[in-house]
């Protein structure tokens, strides 16, 4: 399938799994992590576009800080016991939970529910990349799957969205397996109607 | 390799590098907050054990075993007849709940005299050999407050140190394969 500008949609190469994604289906984290990992998959491998990390890496750092202040505190109290150690025990203490309180507002307010960034290349050069952002939630005890898809063509700082709504019965089966084919045909569908969308503009 | 192909390793079969590193650090995380706390409540109450299990009847009425016990340590305040202090005897790892009952001089160097409400003598046959008196240094804390039976748990595990690993093990291998989000 391709377009009369020459632009190629890879979406048709679905990657093939080489073992079907089978899940514990009444886990909701369970279900969302496949979905989420299964759409990250087809922008990743299907689509040509390249993860950036820097979210994942920055939540990551924070984390790696936190448990370094920690494990400093208890080498530092082997070495030199208690009281001696006070001064050493309050910093290590005081910057794990504040660095605790950041890791919060760093997952509640730059990440919100972003669980993927992805950049992909023009293929005319010309351009800066395009920006693919993936947003989901699933609210407990209800079985709808939230998608939210925004693109950023090259090199713009505000999107265009698409969300999908479904249900997840519709992805997987009894026994827990997904079913990756009718999930790619509908991310390929809010894709292409974004990028379709813009170039109306 | 049977253990391996567990189904329930799926979901860590599917990480990638990143993910993986991130349910170490989750482990390390829950580690790290319980040390922390511990931490902190020693620099905030100055005892180097701020919470301890009553081990014994030895205090009984006012303390039972399995009570959980909040203890401060304030260097400047002198230690007082009727306190109850908890401390250590040098050479062993076991703190004891007791209460002062004579004291020796008033400065920095006091010595005291420890029994248990509930037992009959002193606690001259609990020192080392050779001590007749405590001092300011083998204090671990003072007593402030209490939370009675919450300690048991404590006690159960020491008693029964497989069950306190196999616990530990099962509570750290769930968090290890468990991914939240």
Redesign the interface.
Known sequence: MSRPDGRKLAFDECPSDSKP???EKWDL??V??ALD?ACKKALNEGYGCVED?SL??G??AI??V??A???F??VW?LLH???AS?FV??I???S??VL?GVLTLYTSIREKSCCYVGRRKDPTGLDPDDVWLLSSNIRKFEPTYHLSVEYRPGGQSEGRHATLSKSVSEYFDETGTLDGDKLWSDLQRLAVSLQDGKKKQ | MGLLELSCLDEVRRMDKRQLYYQFLNFAMIVSSALMIWKGLMVVTGSESPIVVVLSGSMEPAFHRGDLLFLTHDRSEPITVGEIVVFKVEGRDIPIVHRVIKLHGNEKGAHFLTKGDNNLVDDRGLYAPGQMWLTEKDVVGRARGFLPYVGMVTILMNDYPKLKYIVLATLGIFVLIHREN
């Open positions: 994604v089978k899940v984290n369970a969302k992590n990992d990390h994942m890496d939540r990551l984390c790696t936190a448990v202040f920690s494990a505190a208890l109290d016991p208690f009281p006070r025990l309050f290590c203490s005081a794990y939970f605790m």
